[in-house]
């Protein structure tokens, strides 16, 4: 009991020094169920101005989340451009984009769940994505 | 309204909708090219021009700049920024009779309040010797929600002094743009002082927000006054298809969400209005969405094809849209600095050049053709 008790409390330490926003995480995870449907708010949110409702972007300007090779190759970059932005040219599905997308400022918990709205939608759901976890949003450092 | 009816109204917008392409624009056949003035500011959200030449730019983290003779210095870390989703640091306005009033405003998301999350504040400070000092909030609205769309903002004077902000209606459109009781979804009018001029449209209406000057808005983000009429011209963005430009008048009601020419981000229809009586219609609404922010008239004869029209910044497909326009509406759009990057927001300097905010590029000054 001591043990656990003192674990949490290091954990915690642990995450409070690697992570400069100032949020403080609950260390405990959440099933994949509740986060994709809170991801469904976050994603409603955030992101469906231009992503759209059915992930499909808009060709050429907002790249595709639906069937998206990023979400698979590029699983940390997707974390990553969700939690900090994304700049400059990327292939997604084979079609070039240049586009900027600005930091949202959500939490690590709220990266974590739109992800896996996202990765369990949109036909990516076939495709045995495994759960993004709120620990491995936060040790994502911005480079 | 018999069910037949519905269905057919609510087909034929859907038509509309989905039929209008963006067919209506044209490339320039030789686009105007552009000089980075500052690289440094990721998210250029406001810009406005001293006499000198010299201009104030801010930062949606929240930072504001000052530019003069090449340099550009930071001059102010604004505090209780609300930097989430759209919210953060946004436009930036100075007094028509600076320097005998050395004050600037600026408009931001802001965490003041009791609630979780933020909502848009008006800030007035002074700017005296290249230092700001005296930051004072002079409204803040409210209640503050986590949600993070439709902040607004933009600020602009009219030729009688009076301040106008805009501020979006904060993901609520049920209940804030329509309700006058609410804030969000507004126009709102001050004295330069912050005070609330008492002839406002609802200052005698005991539970109003008596700073509103017009409703029934949704995310106004460029406004700019007309060069020769005097009025405040606004443009917001509408949902999916639906953006305006509006022309704003006193204690008037622009629809939203009730009349509009978009229809959901997920192609379903919110509504099967484009007009009623007591609402007022857009001089213009694009089709599809360009997501408009920034806007200025051009006066300056270095471009003599754009004197006399609207420039207005497009997000969505990263150019600067120019509005040839007369007292009919508008006659044709061209795409200027075509795929530059989001486009943020224009003004033309007291230099008589246009500049131009863009997302991840930054200050641009776009060139007059030789």
Known sequence: MFFIAFNSFYTGLEFESENSSGYYPITQEKDLKQSIKDGQGVYSGFCIRCHLSEGEGVEGIYPPLANSNWLSEKRIESIRSVKYGLKGEIEVNGKTYNNYMSSMGLTDREVADVMNYVMNNFGNEDRDLSQVTLKEVSKLSKN | ?370
Request: proline share 5%.
């Open chain 2, 1 to 370: 309204m018999n069910i037949k009816a519905l269905t057919l109204g609510l087909l034929s917008i859907s038509f509309m909708a989905c039929a209008q392409s963006d067919s209506t624009i044209d490339t320039l056949e030789e686009d105007y090219s552009h000089e980075v003035i500052i690289e440094d500011i990721e998210i250029p959200w406001g810009l406005d021009f001293f006499e000198d030449g010299s201009f104030l730019a801010t930062s949606k983290e929240g930072q504001i700049y000052y530019h003069k003779n090449g340099s550009t210095t930071k001059v102010a870390d604004v505090p209780n920024i609300y930097n989430r989703g759209q919210g953060g640091l946004l436009d930036v306005k100075i007094h028509p009779d600076y320097p005998q009033k050395p004050w600037i405003y600026f408009t931001h998301a802001s965490t003041q309040g009791d609630e979780d999350g933020g909502h848009t504040a008006l800030v007035k400070a002074d700017f005296i010797d290249g230092q700001i000092s005296n930051m004072e909030t002079l409204y803040k609205a409210s209640p503050n929600t986590t949600k993070g769309q439709h902040f607004g903002s933009r600020l602009e004077f009219d030729n009688d002094g009076y301040l106008y902000m805009s501020i979006g209606e904060r993901g609520e459109r049920e209940v804030n743009p329509q309700d006058i009781n609410r804030d969000g979804g507004k126009i709102y009018r001050f004295n330069d002082d912050g005070s609330i001029p008492e002839d406002n449209p609802f200052y005698a209406e005991e539970n109003a927000r008596k700073a509103i000057y017009s409703y029934g808005h949704r995310n106004p983000q460029g406004m700019e006054i007309h060069p020769e009429s005097g009025k405040i011209w606004v443009h917001e963005h509408g949902p999916r298809g639906g953006d305006e430009i509006n022309i704003i008048k006193k204690g008037a009601n622009y629809g939203w969400p009730v009349i509009s020419y978009g229809i959901n981000y997920d192609g379903t229809d919110f509504t099967d209005q484009t007009s009623q009586p007591g609402m007022e219609q857009p001089f213009y609404y694009w089709v599809p969405s360009i997501a408009p922010s920034g806007m200025t008239f051009v006066t300056s004869d270095k471009y003599p094809k754009l004197k006399g029209n609207i420039l207005a910044g497009s997000l969505k497909f990263q150019y600067l849209e120019h509005l040839v326009i007369n007292e009919n509406g508008v006659q044709k759009r061209e795409k200027l600095l075509n795929k530059v990057g989001r486009v943020r927001t224009v003004k033309q300097g007291t230099d008589g050049f246009i500049y131009v905010g863009i997302e991840g590029v930054g200050v641009v000054k776009m060139l007059p053709k030789s």
